[in-house]
């Protein structure tokens, strides 16, 4: 059954959207069965990964309006090596039609739940909002990947978050969790990113991911060539950073699922 993990961040910029496409091409690099969800009326992690989002048949918002299955919106473009239930400005008008909806926060969950045992991943890239799209993409998630830029105000935002996330847990989704707490565009000899960083420390503890994803041009340079970055470079410094992340990642899952860990 797929873990499906949403990434989440109401500030837009931080590299939501690159972190979704590129660890998606990473877990599939090791091998995993990864499905895209693009929940962004931007549609740009959809372009990114080689769908065009400007000649969709079906996305994310037939799905959420229940117009056809999610097996028929999903797409598996010939090069990023993941599936893509993708999405474009469509999806805008999901979260007017669902307005009067009974459940309308339940509708992307019990959609990706048909489809949850063909994937070993399900990564949500959620917009820059905490709209119904993105409470949609806490409610379907296991856990969720903060992605944020070690800047001044970043901290700030927060709390918005993970009241939102807490919300949800106590609610609808019980078993969701913070999966972990992303650097991107992280650069060490910035001295407020070593304060930031810092301070995440203090309030997450292990949950900042020891991999930090560093400034690096391929990354920005990649999604206009409709590919993953390791599609277009794979031994660019961001590339290689995504890998890192989902071994990371995966090692982390292992040593929580491991008898020999239980009580450690
Ligand atoms: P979000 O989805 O949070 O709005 P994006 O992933 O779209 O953020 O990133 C915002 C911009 O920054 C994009 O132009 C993207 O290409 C660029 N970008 C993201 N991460 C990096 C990085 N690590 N290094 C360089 N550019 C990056
Ligand atoms: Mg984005």
Known sequence: MARIIAIANQKGGVGKTTTCVNLAASLAAMRKRVLLVDLDPQGNASMGS???????????????????????????????GFDVLPANGDVTAAEVELIHVDGRERRLRSALGKVQSSYDYMLIDCPPSLNLLTLNGLVAADGVIIAMQCEYFALEGLSALLDTIEQVRSSVNVSLEV???????????NSLTNAVSGQLHEHFG????????????????????????????KYSRGSRAYMALAGEMIRREERLRSPNDMGA
Do not use: F, W
């Open 206 to 233: 292990d949950k900042v991911y020891r991999t930090v994803i560093p400034r690096n041009v391929r990354l920005a340079e990649a999604p206009s060539h409709g590919v993953p970055a390791m599609h277009y470079d």
């Open 179 to 189: 999966e972990g707490i992303l650097r991107t565009m992280y650069d060490p000899r």
């Open 50 to 80: 080689g769908v065009d989002k400007y000649s969709l048949k079906r996305s994310t918002y037939d799905v959420l309006v229940e117009a056809c299955a999610v097996s028929d919106a999903i797409q598996t473009p010939p090069e990023s």
